[in-house]
């Protein structure tokens, strides 16, 4: 399983794909895998997060209130990733995530790995807040 999981976040996750292998390895053995029932939720705004989340199968909401107070849905399929604002920041989930197909199967790579992540290629924390502030925009 890590080995696919190694493939899986070189090939799909965009984000990570400058990383090589041997560095992916590192982290893969850490990696947790959830399954998801359709409509269940994932994550809730204003929970803390212990982890960086990847949907490798199925599609999840993104919900968020925009600015002028109404409800915003963004999907997210696979290779899609969240949970990096709380990752980064330090801070609670800023949106509610729920699995939007059967059987959705998110990996979370805990706060340990991810911060080994980080320290081995730190222009991921500037790719992450570029990518976090696009997702901002549409909203």
Known sequence: MPQDD???LKTKVDI??????AQLRRI?????????AKGQMI???????TGFFIVKKGKVAVIQKSKTGSLVTQELSTGDFFGEI??????TATASIKAVEEDTEVLIIPHASFQTLLEMQPLLKQALLEKASSRKTKT
């Open 16 to 21: 990570l794909s400058f990383f090589n292998e």
């Open 6 to 8: 190694t493939i899986f």
């Open 43 to 49: 994550l809730l705004k204003g929970e803390v997060t």
């Open 28 to 36: 893969t053995p850490d990696i947790e895998h959830c399954i998801y």
């Open 86 to 91: 709380s990752m980064l920041e330090g801070m």
